[in-house]
């Protein structure tokens, strides 16, 4: 094999070698399965063990309540910028948005689309070179939640911690930052991000959300759209 590169762009990351292996075995063959991990049934034991194994791997390296849910799903972070609003923006509230870079200008764009959308603080004069401090923030305390991007992976803007939100959900875009450092998740009512740069391969993506939030969700979204559809099958609702 020719010498590994490491690619340290803001894209899909390296993986470990060992990882690689065990997955380049995998797609032949799982051990003592006759089968590869593309062919077997998501509905099949051996798949409950993996996603079982994943999610609580996950949860011991979080230290996640047992109050949250953990989801795999499809679509990239790109589709949480849509699917968080048709959620959890009822038409009569409005959504607070912290942009301090790029990607929080992509989630503000779709949740308009879906309501209303206060603006609570834009580093955009600056060029996108820090975040805002607790006083630059207008924040409204009847808001549905409060939107951030962890960590801007553009612009390189990261929080270094929360902001005061109250009793406000706070939704974290934790694409490019997310276990590369102990994160106090109690403070979050929800946390995504693709798995490509942190986590593993691009294809899927991780939800963190507190289960009180989805008593908030309105009825008659789309099935594939409502985070209780993927709650109540455990991110199997179709094929993954
Ligand atoms: C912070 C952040 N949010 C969202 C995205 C979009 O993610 P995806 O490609 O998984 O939709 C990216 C990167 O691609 C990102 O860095």
């Not at 270094?160 to 875009?173: T, W």
């Amino acid at each position: 094999m020719t010498e590994r590169i490491f690619n340290f762009s803001a894209g899909p990351a390296v993986l470990p070698l060992p990882v690689l292996e065990e997955a380049q075995r995998d797609l032949v063959e799982l051990p003592g399965v006759g089968m590869s991990i593309m062919e077997i049934s998501h509905r099949s034991k051996t798949f409950d063990e993996i996603i079982g194994q994943a999610e609580s791997g996950l949860r011991e390296l979080l230290n996640l309540p047992d109050n949250y849910h953990v989801l795999f799903l499809q679509g990239g972070a790109s589709l949480q910028f849509s699917m968080i609003p048709m959620n959890f923006l009822p038409k009569e509230s409005s959504a607070d948005y912290i942009v301090t870079g790029s990607w929080g200008k992509k989630a503000v764009k779709e949740a308009k689309k879906t309501g209303a959308v206060n603006i609570a603080a834009t580093m955009a004069d600056g060029n996108f070179t820090r975040v805002p401090s607790q006083d630059e923030l207008k924040l409204d305390p009847h808001a549905a939640y409060v939107h951030l991007t962890s960590n801007e992976t553009i612009e390189g803007v990261e929080w270094k911690q929360e902001p005061e939100v109250g009793d406000v959900p706070l939704v974290s875009d934790a694409s490019s930052d997310i276990l590369s450092r102990p994160l106090p998740v109690e403070k979050y009512a929800l946390i995504y991000a693709g798995a490509q740069k942190n986590m593993g391969p691009s294809g899927v993506t991780l939800v963190i959300v507190r289960d009180d939030l989805l008593a908030r969700i309105p009825e008659g979204l789309h099935t594939m759209l409502d985070y209780r559809t993927h709650v109540e099958a455990k991110s199997l609702y179709n094929t993954p």
